[in-house]
């Protein structure tokens, strides 16, 4: 195939002048039209990490900052101390869950980056302490386990809501819709 037919493969244009995708020098990339993403559904961001954190891990900002460069550290304009992500705890408000795998990646040249997924379905780690998480159960950081979430039984600040059950009891993984806000029991 020639660099014309591949061309029209990926970007299925057959006229001249209407350029729909292009990836620009400077690494930008731009299109014209809508983007569909497959399996991985959610939209998460790199932030820095001490510890080790595992995919669905939920995850709160610690004290502690690192260095973060608006322009990859090619200048001394832009850098920022960023506050570093650990395991969340019981009574903090989450930032997010750690994401098994994004759909979209932001924050690629953060050092030491963990994905925190903020929006989308994500898989989180869950406790049974407050009952085995059903679909449309909202959760909430457990209260005996850090970087876990629990069913929330009462107004609290919900991490998302459950669109899959809980297999087994102690603790399992469940699919999550990542929500972030204060969720009243009704």
Known sequence: ??????????SDVTSTGNVVFKVKANGDIVTDGATTLGTPADLAENYPSNEALSAGTVVAFSTTTESWSLDNGETTEGTYQMSTVRKAKYGEEALGVISTRPGILLGGNTTNGVPVAFSGRVPVLVTDENGL????????????????AMKAISSSYAIGRAIS??????????????????HEVR
């Open 1 to 10: 195939a020639t660099s014309t037919d591949v061309f029209r493969i990926l």
């Open 133 to 148: 998480v059903q679909q449309g159960d909202y959760l909430t950081i457990s209260s005996s386990t850090p970087g876990y």
């Open 165 to 182: 059950d809980a297999t087994s009891a102690s603790t399992s993984k469940v699919l999550m819709v990542v929500e972030n806000k204060h």
